[in-house]
């Protein structure tokens, strides 16, 4: 008797084993673990649990994603790939050049992504002709946040150049705020220097300087005048800035210890998961300067073995690139659809400011990938110019000194 019940229990045990083990499986490696960013990421693995599939999570804690590309590349090498992973830009083409990603052109050409991608996000995503990646949303890392009543209460406009905006941050500082939040951590660094880059270079200059890498740009005067600016944005934050992740600098922004915030549409997540609206409580307005720098979050999909992790990734792939989802993820994540289909009457002003000045700078040439967030460059020329923004941002660099040591730098890296 005793042997019939351990024979039974065992034999349920094995078909819940069974049950659990079968459709589609996907192990997500991603770095999407501040407030917004989880929420975000929610909303696919709740679709995909909703489709059949079981989602293994590996979050990978580090904005810009650092960290998830130190463990990615730790995994590959032990033989052991994760399923789907959060890459982007020339990295994608970087790991598929190693021969570790696959092919997911069939999911690609049965959805149609060609019709409904624009062609160069489409570009992003493909390898030698093939898909090699699914794009989740356009980020713009060209952005000023603000606290509305803190500008306000120091009658302060949102400023519309570098000069108003230096203005600003010395009346606030004089007022006992904190002009600019801000953690000191590289790519944050890099951040905020691509995009006064932008506003002081103009968009020409910031394409050669940072996707054609031309001498005559880094070393020019320009540049020179882009390193005073950093000067004076290291005066503009706390003591406390280094190492500080950049949702703790929204939130610096949120609660009014700090007027200003230079990121990437990532920071609106934040403010709206945490209940904050957007032309009453936060602001959000481009930069100063014309142009618009994309920030095209994708996954790619590695070689595994075994067909549920296979099914996994066709799963994946599809619901990142379906209407659905890019509408609701995007509502959270604080990006816009990479898909040009899907309707913006749910999205807020921020989004909609978003959406047109992406259009108009595709139309005058200004629609520019980012280079700190991997979109422009690969990994060994941004890492070149992100060390010496660093090194300038936190010492007493001259701004001279600084754009030789990127001269140099950059000619190293190739
Ligand atoms: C990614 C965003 C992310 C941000 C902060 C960026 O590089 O594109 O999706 O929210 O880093 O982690």
């Not at 020339?90 to 019709?115: F, R």
């Not at 990437?264 to 997540?269: I, Q, S």
């Not at 993820?329 to 047109?356: Q, W, Y």
Request: net charge negative.
């Amino acid at each position: 008797m005793k042997m019939t019940l351990f024979a039974a229990a065992s034999s349920l045990a094995l078909s819940a084993a069974t049950l659990a083990q079968a459709g589609p499986q996907a192990e997500v490696l991603h770095w999407w673990t501040s407030g917004g960013e989880a929420k975000s990421v929610a909303v696919l693995q709740e679709e995909f649990a909703a489709n059949g599939g079981t989602w293994t999570d590996m979050p990978v804690a580090g904005g810009g994603g650092d960290a998830a590309m130190t463990a990615l590349r730790a995994r590959v090498l032990s033989g052991n790939a994760p399923t789907a992973v959060q890459l982007k830009g020339p990295a994608i083409q970087e790991w598929y050049e190693e021969g570790v990603l696959a092919d997911i052109s069939s999911v690609a050409e049965a959805e149609g992504w060609d019709k409904v991608l624009p062609a160069s996000i489409a570009a992003h995503m493909k390898c030698e002709g093939q898909w090699c990646a699914a794009p989740v949303n356009v980020h713009r890392v060209d952005w000023l946040w603000a606290n509305a009543s803190v500008l306000e209460a120091n009658g302060i406009a949102m400023p519309t150049s570098w000069e108003e905006f230096n203005a600003a941050a010395d009346k606030l500082q004089a007022a006992g705020i904190i002009p600019l939040a801000h953690g000191g951590q590289a790519w944050q660094d890099a951040t905020v220097f691509e995009v006064v880059a932008l506003g002081i270079l103009g968009a020409e200059d910031f394409q050669k300087a940072f996707v054609e890498l031309d001498q005559d740009v880094l070393t020019g005067d320009k540049m020179v005048a882009v390193f005073d600016q950093m000067r004076k944005m290291r005066g503009y934050v706390d003591a406390n800035f280094p190492g500080r992740d950049w949702n703790l600098a929204t939130a610096m922004v949120m609660n009014g210890e700090a007027a200003f915030q230079i990121m990437g549409d990532w920071a609106k997540g934040e403010f709206l998961a945490a209940g904050k609206a957007p032309g009453e409580d936060f602001l959000c307005a481009s930069a100063p300067g014309n142009g618009f720098l994309y920030n095209v979050d994708s996954f790619a999909m590695f070689d595994v073995d075994g067909s549920d992790k296979q099914e996994g990734q066709s799963l994946l792939a599809k619901l990142i690139v379906g209407q659905n989802f890019q509408k609701v993820f995007n509502l959270n994540k604080g990006s816009i659809p990479a898909r040009t289909d899907v309707a913006m009457d749910e999205f807020d002003s921020c989004a909609h400011l978003s959406a047109s000045e992406m259009t108009s700078s595709s139309k005058d040439g200004s629609l520019l990938p980012s280079y700190a967030h991997g979109m422009a460059l690969r990994g060994a020329q941004s890492g070149a110019i992100t060390d010496v923004v660093t090194a300038h941002f936190n010492s007493d660099m001259s701004s001279a000194d600084a754009v030789k040591m990127l001269s140099e730098a950059v000619a190293n890296s190739l």
